[in-house]
Structures are given as C-alpha cells and as structure tokens.
C-alpha cells in the first residue's frame, strides 16, 4: 500500500466515524424521545423532531435520502411527519470535487485515463445519493456521460441501513399497524445492488431490448471499455427536468403526451417481461422537446415471477368485479398472509386508491382531486384500519409496485395529464400470457445477463 493509499483509508475510516456518530446522533436523539413519549408520558412532537432529523441527515450523501422517498408512498411505514421531513432531502447533493474525480478515474481506468477521452468536464453535471456524473466526450465525437461512485459506499450502506433498522424498531415498539421486517429486506437488498455499476449496465441493456418497439422512450448506450463496477460511462442524453419541461410547456397535448410515454417507459416491461424500475424519481429522467422521454437510472429494477404479475391484473379483475375471493389470491400471489374478511377490506381501501384511475374508461387526470389531502387522508384511514384489525406485513414484493405507482402518480399529477388510463392498461394486458411472460422473461434476461427473479 502506497502512502496515498494509506491517507485514504485512513480518511475513509475517520469519515465513516464520523457519519456513525452524525447518524447514530440523529437516531439516538429519535429513540430518546420516543422511549421518553412511551414511558414517562412525555408529548412527543413529531413535527419539530422530524425536522431536526432532517436537517441532521440532509448533508449527508448515501442511500438514507433514496430510502425515504421511497417509505414516504408506503402507508405510514414511518410517521408521517418523518416521511415526508426525510422525502424532501434533496438528492441533488454537493459534488465531490476534482482531485476526488481524478483518482476515482484512475483507480478504474488507469494512469492514461485521460487519453481514453477527448474531453472530459472537472465539474459534474449532476451528483446524488451514490454518486455524481461527469460529462465527457468520446475520440469518435460523440457525447458521453460517466457515473462515478463516491468513495467507501459499502460501508456508508451498510451504516446507513443499520440506523434504518433501528428507528424501524423504535417506531414497531409504539405503532403496530406496519410490520416493517420485510420491507427493511427489500430495501436493503436493492441498496445493495445500487452498489454495482456491472450490474446497472446490465440492466441498462435489459432496458434497451424490452423498449426497442417504444419510440417515445430512450435508453442510453453503456460503453463497456469505458466501464467497471465503480464507473459506468455511457452515451448523453440531452433532455429538461420535468419540473422546467412544465414550467415551459403549457400545451395539454404535448403533457399528455409525455404522461403517454412514461406510462409505457414503466409498464411495458413490467406486463410484457415481469421487470420493473422502482424509482421514478425526477433526477431519473428527463424529457425531450417532443414529449420523449430518456431513462437515465437503472439501479433499482426488480424482476418478478410471471404469477406476481398475474397477480396484479387479478387484483385488479377482483376490484372491477367486487370478486372477494380472487382478491384474497390475488393479494397471496403478492406475498400477503393471514388475509380475513376486515384485513381484506383494509387492504383494498389502498388497492381502490392505486388502481382508481385504471377502473374508470373515461378521459380523466390520475387524481380528480388535485390536492395531496385526498391520499393522505386515504393513507390514514388505512393506517387506523390497519391497527384496529391487528396489522399487517406488506411482503418484499409490494415495496417497488407500490413506489412506481406512487411516484408516477406524482408524475401525472405534475403534468395535469388528462388520459383515458382504463384503455393504456387495457392495451398492454389484454393479451396476458403468464406462459408467454415467462418466456419473454427467462430469453431477455438471459441476453443482458441479468439473474432471474428470487
């Protein structure tokens, strides 16, 4: 080991101390008061204390600020005031600067990597919670972007999902309405998985022959020599954030239209091939001036068994037709057990909210009503429903479908997309085949080297 070397573990373990303590602080400072509020009948003020912890955890990068955002679509996994404080971490965070970038790139592509370049920015075009991109350019001409992972995230992972747990624990101890066990595995095994840049460009290339018929729909191109598990370079995509393409762009039509395309950039591998990309996060895209959309993220995919799919369109069979027993399957096909007559009716009061827009064959926006109360005000029904009927264990599967409803829902809700939701659905499953779905699966899978579902 080199004394460089040295210098940099030694900062990586002093830096991993320190977030230990910042986040260990931050939670210690949450069990304190919630034992105190279950003990001494202290008034626990959720609201001051979730701010405190946001603005504890808000400089920090790693997975924390994914992982909220994705517990904030999940009925009171946390306390509401938790979620939604932790939901509006911004992903956007402060870049790592050069010297950081240099050795990151040389540690990957060796000391000439700048000759594998003609040019490369010392600036990042975007930084986030595992990681920032750089723009460069290739000797052929064209555009590339390259994704380099911060430095010791292993470690910040791992650190990061034990402090999960606990306040997971904490929150188990006073509210029994969300058993968040299997929840905390799906989670933490998706993290993981972040992790490795091999793998998200083997996604990347799943992604790109499961959309190559949607032309409303862009995926870049990974460049392999250019790649490692730390480092993922691949082709730019020049696109606008959602929230700017809004703020630009008051036309119905071309809203619609890109409402149209996210709805097939997200569905169409899920009912055609059981995969889907649990997080639609706006930094994970962005769109183009036709109302195209780029895809610019593959770290969270799931891979299902073609009975989960199945399942889900049974589910919504099951609702369309007030069917109560094709419901209770339908929910054990997703991983739901124990399921009597009131937890069945707790449950579909959440299903009638995610699929409302599917039920109904007319034009119409995702939510009628715009405001954000209506689903928090279904969200706390089901809660109290939830701890009357004794509660309940969302299964690991439920996570993502719940997450990719949701945050597209928000989506749609952002560009007052007005669509007739009944017939996009109706167009991709019509036709379902789970024999046929599987098949699809196990050959695209197999193509991209991706590991099957489980």
Not at 75 to 88: G, I, M, S
Not at 258 to 279: K, L, S
Not at 339 to 352: C, F, P, Q, R, S
Not at 410 to 430: Q, T
């Amino acid at each position: 080991m080199t004394d460089s070397d040295f210098t940099d573990e030694s900062s990586r373990l002093s830096g991993r101390v320190r977030r230990y303590a910042r986040v260990g602080g931050a939670v210690g400072g949450l069990a304190a008061q919630f034992i105190g509020a279950r003990y001494l009948g202290l008034d626990l003020d959720f609201g001051k204390h979730s701010s405190e912890l946001k603005s504890a955890l808000g400089g920090l990068k790693g997975p924390l600020m994914k992982v909220a955002q994705i517990l904030a679509t999940i009925p009171d996994a946390l306390p509401r005031e938790y979620a939604e404080e932790l939901r509006q971490l911004q992903a956007n965070a402060p870049s790592m600067g050069w010297p950081f970038v240099r050795r990151r790139m040389r540690s990957e592509l060796g000391p000439d990597w700048q000759s594998r370049f003609a040019g490369f920015a010392h600036d990042a075009a975007a930084a986030a919670s595992l990681g920032q991109v750089h723009r460069a350019s290739g000797h052929d001409g064209r555009e590339l972007a390259c994704k380099l992972q911060y430095p010791d995230m292993q470690s910040t992972v791992e650190a990061d999902l034990q402090q999960l747990k606990l306040v997971f624990s904490i929150y188990r101890r006073s509210d029994k309405a969300i058993n968040p066990s299997e929840i905390y595995k799906e989670l933490s095994e998706r993290l993981r998985e972040e992790l490795d840049y091999d793998r998200e460009a083997r996604h990347m290339r799943l992604y790109a022959d499961m959309l190559k018929d949607e032309p409303g729909v862009h995926v870049p191109e990974v460049l392999p020599e250019l790649s490692t598990d730390r480092l993922l370079t691949m082709s730019w995509l020049d696109g606008t954030p959602i929230m700017d393409f809004v703020a630009g762009h008051p036309d119905t039509e071309l809203r619609n239209t890109v409402a149209y395309n996210m709805f097939r950039a997200w569905y169409v591998p899920f009912y055609y091939h059981g995969v889907i990309h649990g997080d639609p996060h706006l930094g994970n895209y962005s769109l183009r001036e036709d109302g195209s959309v780029n895809l610019l993220d593959f770290g969270c995919i799931r891979v299902f068994e073609s009975s989960f799919v199945r399942g889900v369109i049974d589910l919504y069979h099951a609702l369309e037709t007030g069917d109560e027993a094709l419901a209770v399957s339908a929910y054990e096909t997703w991983g739901f057990t124990g399921i009597g007559k009131e937890l069945l009716d707790v449950l579909n009061i959440w299903a009638e909210f995610i699929y409302a827009p599917l039920l109904e064959d007319k034009v119409r926006r995702i939510q009628e009503n715009e405001s954000g109360l209506y689903g928090a005000q279904v969200v706390g029904k089901v809660h109290k429903e939830l701890k009357r009927v004794g509660g309940v264990t969302p299964p690991r599967e439920f996570v993502l479908m719940d997450r990719a409803a949701i945050g597209l829902g928000s989506v749609f809700m952002h560009l007052k997309a007005e669509i007739n939701w009944h017939r996009l659905f109706h167009d991709l499953v019509a036709d379902f085949d789970e024999a046929a779905l599987a098949k699809r699966q196990a050959a695209a899978l197999k193509a991209a080297e991706v590991p099957a579902a489980g």
